[in-house]
């Protein structure tokens, strides 16, 4: 088995300005950690094309693209909220996280590859269909299911998505729509304040919102629980991952607090989940992640659970 690891040195020309906790140092240290991990021959580096206007208007409004294209700026940098800023290398940034989503998607479907995972910037699980926000700019993640369904016809793709926040910007694109199923785990109460359980629509949308200081034994025991049976329920075709690395006890932005292990414990069960019901097929796009010291190996631990 191996895994093909997208990615694009223009992911690194996003740059939200000095102090902001999503800066290409993440992406460095992510790439650092895989080249240097024992599995090393084990992983493809592919180089994936930009995203096209058709797959980013799968998941967005014609308005939203159109004022995206309109913002960026040829230099400096333009605020769209005051946590999602674009500069220079931003739009065409954001393109290549869109397009590896569907090019991996593309290729595992394909057997060129098991798995994949898309190292790109910037994340995308807080982007509405027509609204950017959350540091994300294009929901990589809800391209990608939509794409699943319209260019591939699998009746069945799940979500899942460990971020510490909640994908506020998932929900809203892939709600109410038949063949998929999102799942979420994240902090509560955090931003951006939406992900309760009261939002939950049976085989479609389901929030497990956890109290800070939630750890890696009660993580645990909720995904054996609860969130693996809704999966071996839906039976998928394929399974997205919305995989951000923030839940560590490390991390700034949260406090959630599971470890190094626990992701390798998340690729683990997700991957042979994969493997019983859909020929091992899985993809993983980054979200977030913000301690530089843990990032890398984070990353590294859940694509060996993969593994």
């Known amino acids: 088995m191996s895994i093909a690891i997208y990615t694009h040195p223009d992911c690194l020309e996003h740059d939200p300005g000095p102090g902001h906790p999503e800066?290409?140092?993440?992406?460095?240290a992510i790439l650092a950690a895989l080249h240097s991990a024992s599995y090393v021959s084990r992983l493809n580096f592919v180089t994936p094309p930009p995203g096209r206007d058709e797959q980013i208007l799968l998941a967005h409004s014609p308005e939203h693209l159109a004022h995206i294209k309109?913002?960026?700026?040829?230099?400096?940098?333009?605020a769209l909220d005051g946590d999602t800023l674009l500069s220079g290398g931003?739009?065409?940034?954001?393109?290549?996280?869109?397009?590896?989503?569907c090019q991996g998607l593309d290729d595992v479907l394909a057997g060129r590859f098991s798995?994949?995972?898309?190292?790109?910037r910037p994340p995308g699980h807080h982007a509405t269909r027509n609204q950017a926000m959350?540091?994300?700019?294009?929901n990589n993640i809800g391209i990608a299911a939509l794409h699943a369904q319209q260019q591939h016809r699998l009746q069945r793709v799940a979500i899942v998505d460990f971020d510490v926040h909640h994908g506020n910007g998932s929900q809203d694109i892939l709600r109410g729509?038949?063949?998929?199923?999102?799942?979420?785990?994240?902090?509560?109460?955090?931003?951006?304040?939406?992900?309760?359980?009261?939002?939950?629509?049976?085989?479609?949308?389901?929030n497990f919102p956890l109290p800070a200081g939630t750890g890696g034994e009660l993580y645990r025991e909720i995904f054996l629980s609860a969130i693996l049976p809704q999966l071996h329920a839906f039976k998928p075709d394929m399974i997205l991952i919305s995989a951000g690395f923030d839940a560590h006890r490390l991390d700034p932005l949260a406090g959630l607090a599971l470890d190094t292990a626990d992701y390798l414990w998340l690729g683990e069960?997700?991957?042979?989940?994969a493997e019983q019901y859909c020929q091992g097929h899985l993809l993983a796009v980054l979200e977030g992640g913000y301690n530089l010291q843990v990032l890398g190996d984070c990353v590294a631990a859940f694509l060996e659970g993969l593994l």
Do not use: D, W
Request: hydrophobic fraction near 40%.
């Open 269 to 273: 069960q997700l991957g042979a989940c």
């Open 134 to 138: 959350g540091f994300c700019l294009f």
């Open 70 to 78: 309109a913002s960026a700026p040829a230099s400096g940098r333009v």
């Open 115 to 120: 798995k994949a995972f898309c190292a790109t």
């Open 177 to 206: 729509r038949e063949g998929i199923l999102y799942i979420s785990t994240h902090q509560s109460p955090l931003y951006p304040g939406t992900g309760t359980s009261a939002e939950n629509i049976p085989g479609n949308i389901a």
């Open 90 to 101: 931003s739009l065409t940034a954001a393109r290549y996280g869109a397009g590896a989503a």
């Open 23 to 28: 800066n290409a140092g993440r992406l460095r």
